[in-house]
């Protein structure tokens, strides 16, 4: 047990999480201080607050009111349900090509948008670029999803300034969601900070071109954030949902399966189904670097967040924890493949990205876990098992195992 680590009483952070937590005086964490905001606001006069805010942004010619930023999985559905049949309003959809793309983040988009009636734009920066750039992330910052991170936060908002429409919908903000970072009265927007910080820890796209390598602004001109002057030139701000309603991910996706067919799939890494079931590698590879850096996984996040929705004892969150956080991941075989790196080169930096905190090499390549996990409390004595399945509905029947395979483009439905 390492004296350093502090773990929540309530949920299963520790002080180490990479987006910053602080623990009140009885040993809770600030995301769970701040999750009690979901259960003491007055979510009607949220609402109401949200309606007023977004009201000047109705347009009165023809025009689109707000963009959307959206993928094949996540709560795509529901921001755009709120958005398009709550607010009334008549988004843009905006997408940005991560090409890790399974065939059902593909039939989710594509059933978005249909629906809902709505248009969207595809941002598809060309491949040999996004390699380039995803080998040396991968290298050099252990990130096979820098290129991504970076385009799907930046091509709203050029697309915001290039088309002339100042409100960008979010769904939910990760800094008050997870950690606590702000309260959700304080209405936090979009900012070019916090993408800098956050969501590309501290790598953007300007720090990636200082540094020694052979990327150059014509391979990362797409990646970057628009300047203070264009922004504001337009007035362009980001709002977030989660801000105004009630946010349960879980909750949500059981009503979009319900109303828009939204379809899930069920991983290795986790038994969360909803998330990121668009892509072929974030509950893999993705998921298995983040605990290989930082000692833990998406897991703990679904158990995180289920622990506090009260749908899961924390006794039968540190089990789920132990059973999904070392599974190894699929699908490596695609990814050396689309990158033409062969596997052993693939494996020795994956290997490199081990913080030797959480990782210790007891012999030549071979590693001991000691990360975040270890820190739980063993006695457990609580495990009232859930049944999970009743939250986690797995609907789909495309199989991501079934021959996969990248798609760059696809029509998105079957009959
Ligand atoms: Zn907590």
Avoid at 115 to 127: E, G, L, M, S, T
Avoid at 230 to 254: E, K, M, T
Avoid at 273 to 289: G, P, R, S
Avoid at 367 to 392: P, W
């Amino acid at each position: 047990m390492d004296q350093n680590i502090q773990i929540c009483k309530r949920c299963l952070y520790s002080n180490l999480h990479p987006l910053g937590i602080t623990f009140n005086t009885e040993g809770v964490c600030s995301g769970c201080e701040i999750f009690e905001e979901k259960n003491t606001l007055d979510w009607k006069q949220r609402w109401l607050q949200l309606e007023k805010k977004i009201k000047p942004y109705k347009s009165k010619k023809k025009n689109y009111d707000c963009i959307i930023p959206v993928n094949g999985g996540n709560d795509s559905y529901f921001i755009v349900h709120l958005v398009k049949n709550k607010l009334k309003l008549n988004p843009l959809l905006v997408s940005y090509n991560k090409y890790f793309n399974t065939p059902l983040g593909i039939k989710n988009l594509s059933n978005l948008r249909i629906k809902f009636d709505v248009d969207i734009i595809y941002q598809n920066v060309n491949p040999l670029k996004i390699k380039k750039i995803t080998r040396h992330t991968f290298n050099e910052l252990k990130s096979i999803y820098w290129p991504i991170l970076a385009g799907s936060t930046a091509f709203p908002v050029q697309t915001a300034i290039n088309f002339k429409i100042p409100l960008i919908i979010w769904g939910a903000h990760q800094g008050v969601e997870q950690v606590g970072m702000f309260s959700h009265e304080q209405e936090v927007e979009m900012s070019r900070r916090y993408r800098e910080d956050h969501d590309l820890f501290t790598n953007d796209e300007t720090n990636l071109n200082k540094l020694e390598n052979d990327l150059t602004d014509d391979d990362l001109w797409q990646f970057k954030y628009p300047d203070d002057k264009s922004i504001n030139s337009i007035g362009v701000r980001g709002i977030y949902l989660s801000n105004f309603v009630r946010w349960d991910p879980v909750a949500q996706h059981i009503q979009m399966i319900k109303d828009y067919k939204y379809q899930s799939a069920k991983f290795s890494r986790t038994f969360d189904t909803y998330d990121h079931v668009d892509c072929y590698n974030y509950m893999n590879l993705h998921d298995y670097l983040k605990l290989l850096k930082h000692g833990y996984s998406k897991v703990t996040d679904h158990v995180c967040r289920e622990i506090r929705h009260k749908r899961i004892s924390r006794d039968q969150g540190i089990n789920l924890i132990r059973k999904y956080e070392l599974v190894n991941p699929d699908y490596l075989n695609l990814f050396s493949d689309w990158l033409g790196l062969n596997m052993n080169s693939l494996q020795m930096v994956i290997d490199r990205s081990r913080d030797i905190k959480y990782w210790e090499e007891y012999d030549l390549n071979k590693f001991k876990f000691n990360g975040i996990s270890k820190n739980f409390n063993t006695t457990i004595d609580n495990d009232k098992t859930q049944k999970l399945s009743d939250y986690f509905i797995s609907n789909s029947k495309i199989s991501l195992n079934k021959k996969p395979k990248y798609i760059t483009f696809g029509k998105g439905f079957e009959n």
